[in-house]
């Protein structure tokens, strides 16, 4: 998935190859839980801008049904500013049960991938 800006600073998701948004999130997710248990993630869109800002974010998961939207808006040009994969899901509540924790999460990063290293490598590409 390729994201873009428009003129008017709207999102713009582009699929590229086979890749289908429903096959990235499921990829995503199997990350995030892989992380959880054999690495180390942060949840939440402030922890997340740190850990992009410090260059120490493996991948960067961002929920699309957030609102107001410019809460997370400005996650992937920090993530493509940084040379980190960001990846959209449809869902904050999926997002945050991939996370662990019992309530929705707005964006989730994985800082020491642990055995999801492999999975995060395939996304990049």
């Given at each position: 998935m390729r994201v873009t800006f428009n003129s008017s600073y709207q999102l713009k998701y582009e699929i590229i190859?086979?890749?289908t948004m429903a096959e990235e999130s499921e990829?995503?997710?199997e990350a995030i839980e892989l992380a959880r248990t054999t690495g180390k993630i942060k949840k939440?869109?402030?922890e997340v801008t740190k850990q992009i800002e410090r260059g120490n974010a493996k991948l960067v998961v961002v929920a699309k049904d957030i609102t107001p939207p410019e809460v997370v808006m400005h996650l992937p040009l920090l993530c493509k500013e940084k040379g980190i994969p960001c990846v959209?899901?449809?869902?904050?509540e999926e997002l945050g049960a991939a996370a662990g924790i019992q309530v929705g999460t707005s964006a989730v990063a994985v800082t020491e991938p642990g055995e999801a290293a492999s999975v995060i490598?395939?996304?990049?590409e």
């Open positions: 190859g086979e890749k990829k995503a997710y939440g869109t402030n959209e899901v449809p869902s904050k490598k395939t996304m990049k």
